[in-house]
Each structure stands twice: as structure tokens, then as C-alpha cells.
């Protein structure tokens, strides 16, 4: 038996993923045990924290401790970034012992290749650490788990090593790289500039920026943004590191083309006259997507190959997805669903297990559901410490009265089984509402999720119900498995599903079928029967923290937000109408 442990640490979004003898046993993000968004802060100084949350449960999960571990996978080449340092161009602004500074750069190398000397004295053994090339790594997330066994391969992202961007064509002979774009030419990092231009937190709220877009107009910064980064007739493109500022703490490339950032007491402009930051976003969006078809056409002309497998923060931007499949560059896209840098312990675990003689099982994921097991007596733990009951009910029972509940314009928390891996809720861990009347978003943005009011919703529909509601192209169904693409809402439907209607006539919906999902997809046809609508609100389980991870978890953020009920597994809690969460923790909770 061979076991690898893939291990992603370097950035942000720390993991854990356990291969035994090629089959992925589990993925595991730091963030949903620890409680911290993204598992940590990305720094320097932060580099050597590794996640032992995340190692321990895939190991735990897989009945192994670590002494079971053969080599672990690390998501990252320090060597290859250090040699980088010598062909960067003049980066403005890097602050002193800063990521891309000298003294930085060589005491961030120094802190990754800590990685083995703190795995032994945490697990009191020594164990081989390999160190993979970042992109590969994300590439072999993304070809392992498509439906093709032989697929181009587009990884996209803020910057591995010192590529930004890599492309690929992979099949059962192994990954042959085909090209790629080096630090400063970044979009990711593009997305993260214009974020905190926006007064939002870099490397968190990028996709409140994407949803902003949609109530701008382009036009007002299209040549601007296209001076910090030009897309090129050869389907990449270049930016320009003096306006970009990348690395610099302050974002004064931006403030000269865009204007004065948005200090955070400052309110945001998305309506009204001046709506100068959803116009930022708008054109961002736009550049987004024209970069994005661009390197479409440029990666199948030198693949050769009709399917792409796309991976890396930038693939989460589910417009820019529909529109590379409405260029026609490619007949069908596939969108790993863990495709920021917590997917990369899986690929890193891919890559190290095929170098160490087990050949890794490509499988396609019709489902995200590859965290760690939960533990048998997780619920009954919880519900005790919580000092509440609440019976097991059967399922036919338990699932009419969910429905009714939602039926009623109830928010109901829905907690079962494994969890989802990747920053979509997909109905393992997720908060569903009815769709009908648009004013549901506002009383989930406001008083639920406690964000912005622009924010939208996407819907969780069983696929034979899709085609009534949605223009879904063929190509794009395995991204909407995953709420991975952003498709029309038919005319006709609008009225209907007016709570998840984007302000561009779209929406992000999760396609379920009844073999992968089958408790969801039964309580959609009972929503469906009493409705007439088979739709429902999802949302991610959390409030303005990571998505709930344990059944303690779901019970705590139960408790304090307002949500209605929750189905734990078997069980199901309501709030009495009138009680506040303090109250229900002291037993006006009946399950």
C-alpha cells in the first residue's frame, strides 16, 4: 500500500488531500476546523504554518495515523521560486522583508523547506518531502478529477512560483506543458488590486467585486484598466508593473487611472449617479473575460484538443467560464470545483503518488463532497453540549416537514453528511430559502449572511428540472454541477425564481442529480409539489466566518444567526418564533 499525504501550506487556503495506492481518500481545508478564512493569512511570516488540522482529519478518516505516511506532497517548489528572483523585472513599492524583496524572498524559501523538520516534530517521524511545481499541481487537480482522459489544461491564478498563468495538454501518457506567463503579467493579481482599490480585503473579496460588476457599465474604465493589463493578438498578455504596483502596500497605480480608493467608512458606489466602483468591477469583468477567450483560442490551437480543464483562483469567476464556453474555442469546459489553492494538496498528492510508482485513478467528480468523514458520534456530541434534543425522525417525515418549512419562507440550514470541498456550498453545508419573491436576497444579505445588498443568489435545482428555468449549453453542465458558470434565466422564469435573478438576467445554479445527491433532490420535488417551483435559494452555511465544518459548528451558527431550523443529518431544530438565539440554546429548540 502506498500512501501520499498532499500538502498545500505556502499562500493561503492550507490543506490537506490523502492518496492510497492512487485513490483519494480525502480532502481536508484548514479553514473549516480552525475557523480563520482561507486557514491563514497570507505572509511570509506565516509561511511555516502548516495544516495539522486538516492533516490529522484525512488521516483519521482514512483509519491511518501518520505513521502510515509514505511521502507527503508539497504544492510548491521553493528552489524554483528563488531562482526566479534574478529575472524579475523592477517591482515598485515591495515593503522590506516583503514577498518579492530580496531578504523576503530568501527567508520565505527558507521557512517553506521548514516543512520537514516540522512534520517530524509534530509527528515525532521523519517522512520524505517532495516539492512539486505549484501549477502542476493545480493542472493535476483538474485533469484527475474531469470526465476525459485527455483534456487541455488552463491554470490561471494570482502567481505559483512566478507563473501566473500555465497551460497544458494531458492524457494517459502524462502532462506535457505548452506554455505559460510569468509574474508581472497577472490577473489574479489584477482582481486582488482592484478589490482593495474597491475598500474591500485583497485575497477574500473578490468575489463581492465580481457580483458588483454586474451594476456597472464597462465603458467608463475600459482604457484605463487596459493600460495596467493588455491583452495581446497572441491570446495572452502583458501588465504593466508600474501602475499595477502588485506587491506595493498601496494600490496609487489605480488611484491615478480609477481615482481615490474607497476607504472602508466610505459607502460603496453600485447604484445611483455615480456608481464608479461597480463600473471598475464592470470593466474588470470585461477584461476578465476577454483575456480568458483569448487564452481559450490560444491553448486549444497549441493542444490540439476539444476539452478544457480549467483550475486555479481565476476559474472560480463563473461569467468568465460561460464566456469561454459561448467563444466556441472549446466543444465541452470542466471547472474543478476546489480550484484555489486548497485543491492543490489533491493535485500535489496526484503528482507525488504517480512519481512514487501508483499510478493516481482519474475519476470524474460529479460531486464535491471529498472532505473527511464525519465522526460517528459528531451529532450526539454536539446536541449534548449544546444542552439540546432533538429525536432522529424518519426521512420521509423529516423531509415533507423541511419543505413545508421552506414553503412557509422559512430559512432552513441544511447540514449532511460529508462536506463539500472548494468555496461553493453544494447542499452538504448550505443555508436554502424559497426563490419566489425577490425580497428573500435582501433578507438573506441583511439579516442572515450580514453582507452586501448587491450580493446575489444562486439556485439548486434537480437536473431533469434545469432546461424549464435555465439556457444551459451542453458544454457547460459539469460547471454547473458546481455552481461554476454563470448561464441565462429564461424569460418565462424570471418571475419565478425572482430571489437568485442577477442583475444581468443570470445566474450561478447547482445541478443535482439523484445518485449524487439524493435527500436534496427528493426535498426539491417536495418543495416542488407544494410550490410549483422545484428551485431552491443556496447559499454557503455561515455568517461572515468559513463555512461550518462540524455539527458544533452548525449548532453555534444556528444559534446566534437568523436562521429558522436546521436539518443535522437526521434531526431537526427550529427556533420558536418569538425565542432569540440565547433562548433556544436554553431549550426552546424542539427537534
Known amino acids: 500500500m502506498k500512501t501520499i499525504l498532499g500538502v498545500n501550506a505556502v499562500f493561503h487556503d492550507s490543506s490537506a488531500a490523502l492518496l492510497v495506492d492512487g485513490r483519494l481518500q480525502s480532502l481536508a481545508e484548514e479553514e473549516r476546523y480552525c475557523r480563520v478564512r482561507h486557514g491563514k493569512r497570507a505572509s511570509v511570516d506565516n509561511t511555516a504554518v502548516l495544516p495539522y488540522a486538516a492533516i490529522d482529519e484525512t488521516l483519521r478518516s482514512a483509519g491511518l495515523d501518520f505513521s502510515r505516511v509514505d511521502e507527503v506532497a508539497y504544492s510548491f517548489d521553493p528552489e524554483a521560486r528563488l531562482a526566479a528572483l534574478g529575472r524579475l523585472p523592477a517591482d515598485p513599492g515591495i515593503p522590506a522583508g516583503d514577498y518579492g524583496s530580496p531578504e523576503g524572498e530568501r527567508r520565505f524559501h527558507d521557512l517553506v523547506l521548514l516543512t520537514p523538520g516540522l512534520l517530524k516534530a509534530r509527528y515525532g517521524r521523519e517522512v520524505p518531502v517532495r516539492f512539486i511545481p505549484h501549477h502542476d499541481c493545480h493542472m493535476a487537480a483538474s485533469y484527475y478529477s474531469c470526465p476525459w482522459d485527455e483534456a487541455a489544461l488552463l491554470t490561471i491564478d494570482g502567481i505559483g512560483e512566478n507563473d501566473t498563468v500555465t497551460w497544458a495538454r494531458c492524457g494517459r501518457g502524462g502532462l506535457e506543458r505548452l506554455g505559460r506567463l ?240 472548494g468555496p461553493r456550498a453544494l447542499c452538504h453545508r448550505s443555508l436554502l430559502a424559497d426563490p419566489r419573491q425577490a425580497s428573500m436576497r435582501e433578507h438573506l444579505n441583511l439579516r442572515v449572511k450580514h453582507r452586501q445588498a448587491f450580493r446575489p443568489y444562486g439556485p439548486v435545482v434537480r437536473e431533469e428540472d434545469a432546461a424549464e428555468f435555465f439556457d444551459i449549453p451542453p458544454g457547460l453542465r459539469g460547471p454547473c454541477r458546481f455552481m461554476l458558470a454563470a448561464v441565462p434565466v429564461k424569460a418565462a422564469a424570471r418571475r419565478r425564481i425572482a430571489a437568485v435573478l442577477h442583475e444581468d438576467g443570470t445566474t450561478r445554479p447547482q445541478l443535482v442529480a439523484r445518485q449524487d445527491h439524493p435527500r436534496l433532490h427528493a426535498l426539491l420535488g417536495e418543495f416542488g409539489r407544494r410550490t410549483g417551483v422545484p428551485v431552491l435559494v443556496n447559499t454557503s452555511f455561515n455568517d461572515r466566518e468559513p463555512i461550518v465544518g462540524t455539527p458544533a459548528h452548525a449548532l453555534a451558527t444556528f444559534l446566534r444567526a437568523e436562521i429558522d431550523a436546521l436539518v443535522l443529518e437526521d434531526r431537526l431544530l427550529l427556533k420558536e418564533p418569538s425565542a432569540a438565539p440565547s433562548a433556544t440554546r436554553s431549550g426552546q429548540a424542539l427537534g
Open 182 to 421: 510569468e509574474y508581472p503579467h497577472s490577473l489574479g493579481f489584477l482582481w486582488e488590486r482592484v478589490t482593495q482599490w474597491a475598500g474591500l480585503t485583497a485575497n477574500l473579496d473578490e468575489g463581492t467585486t465580481m457580483a458588483l460588476a454586474a451594476y456597472g457599465e464597462p465603458a467608463r474604465f475600459r482604457a484605463a484598466l487596459r493600460r495596467v493589463l493588455e491583452p495581446l493578438a497572441d491570446g495572452t498578455f502583458r501588465a504593466d508593473p508600474v501602475l499595477a504596483r502588485f506587491r506595493a502596500l498601496d494600490v496609487r497605480g489605480l488611484e491615478e487611472l480609477l481615482g481615490p480608493r474607497r476607504l472602508p467608512r466610505e459607502p460603496m458606489l453600485w447604484q445611483g449617479e455615480d456608481r464608479r466602483h461597480a463600473d471598475a468591477a464592470a470593466a474588470l469583468q470585461e477584461l476578465t473575460e476577454e483575456a480568458l477567450c483569448g487564452l481559450a483560442r490560444r491553448v486549444r490551437r497549441d493542444s490540439g484538443l476539444p476539452r478544457l480543464a480549467l483550475a486555479g483562483g481565476v476559474a472560480l469567476n463563473c461569467l468568465a467560464n460561460a464566456a469561454v464556453a459561448r467563444s466556441g474555442a472549446f466543444e465541452e469546459l470542466w471547472a474543478f470545483p476546489a480550484a484555489t489553492d486548497c485543491g492543490t494538496a489533491f493535485g500535489a498528492a496526484c503528482v507525488g503518488s504517480r512519481l512514487a510508482g501508483a499510478e493516481p485513478v482519474r475519476q470524474e467528480w460529479t460531486h464535491a463532497f471529498r472532505a473527511p468523514g464525519e465522526r460517528p458520534e459528531g451529532v450526539g456530541a454536539a446536541l449534548a453540549e449544546a444542552r439540546l434534543q432533538a429525536p432522529a425522525r424518519p426521512e420521509r417525515e423529516l423531509l415533507a416537514e423541511a419543505a413545508e418549512l421552506l414553503a412557509r419562507g422559512k430559512v432552513l440550514a441544511w447540514y449532511e453528511g460529508a462536506g463539500e470541498v
